[in-house]
T-cell receptor, first 112, second 116 residues
Framework: GNSVTQMEGPVTLSEEAFLTINCTYT??????LFWYVQYPGEGLQLLLK?????DKGSNKGFEATYRKETTSFHLEKGSVQVSDSAVYFC???????????FGKGTTLSVSS | GAGVSQSPSNKVTEKGKDVELRCDPI?????LYWYRQSLGQGLEFLIY????????KSGLPSDRFSAERTGGSVSTLTIQRTQQEDSAVYLC??????????????FGEGSRLTVL
């Protein structure tokens, strides 16, 4: 079945550091890929998405490129801020799927 | 309201009791999802409703879990004879889903269930 694997955290960075959170997936066909973020005390919200191979999703300085050849959707940001501290979830929905399948989440902590 | 509303926000119950968790989705959203978030386990899909179609119950962990959605709007997740391993945050999400697009999921803030 479909699944998502993302790097385990926590990831601890200093402000302005470069961020990569790895995400790989297993799915048949062409799934749609997502990154969701959960800030402390808040509900999950969509950060970015990509619906076909080679698409790049971007939002708030974060980017992720849908790589079919490596079945990956790594999240990157060039310069993190303290306000980026949150839990990040990679997710997919299969081509014929119904539910959004999530990874286990990666906690990011950014210090000033 | 403007967002997905869940109640109660916190529930403490004794092992063996039944609990009901409520979700009020965004008005007009056709799809409604329940997920369970446990420490270290990420988000586990439970059940999905879309319009008048039969729900996808493939994620329900046991027959103690059930859910219904009345009038295509409010949903209730019921856990019977609760066990300690049911302790988690139960998240509801809704989206406007068409045949060609899953649509963005909007999540509520969750109901934290603690089974003593």
């Amino acid at each position: 079945g479909n699944s998502v694997t993302q790097m385990e955290g926590p990831v601890t960075l200093s402000e302005e550091a470069f961020l990569t959170i790895n995400c790989t997936y297993t799915a048949t066909g062409y799934p749609s890929l997502f990154w969701y973020v959960q800030y402390p005390g808040e509900g999950l919200q969509l950060l970015l998405k990509a619906t076909k191979a080679d698409d790049k999703g971007s939002n708030k300085g974060f980017e992720a490129t849908y790589r079919k050849e490596t079945t990956s959707f790594h999240l990157e940001k060039g310069s993190v801020q303290v306000s980026d501290s949150a839990v990040y979830f990679c997710a997919l929905i299969g081509q014929a799927g119904t539910a959004l399948i999530f990874g286990k989440g990666t906690t990011l902590s950014v210090s000033s | 309201g403007a967002g997905v509303s869940q109640s109660p926000s916190n529930k403490v119950t004794e092992k063996g009791k039944d609990v009901e968790l409520r979700c009020d989705p965004i008005s007009g959203h056709t799809a409604l999802y329940w997920y369970r978030q446990s420490l270290g386990q990420g988000l586990e899909f439970l059940i999905y409703f879309q319009g008048n179609s039969a729900p996808d119950k493939s994620g329900l962990p046991s027959d103690r879990f059930s859910a219904e959605r009345t009038g295509g709007s409010v949903s209730t997740l019921t856990i019977q004879r609760t066990q300690q391993e049911d302790s988690a945050v139960y998240l509801c999400a809704s989206s406007f889903r068409t045949s060609g697009s899953v649509g963005e999921l909007f999540f509520g803030e969750g109901s934290r269930l603690t089974v003593l």
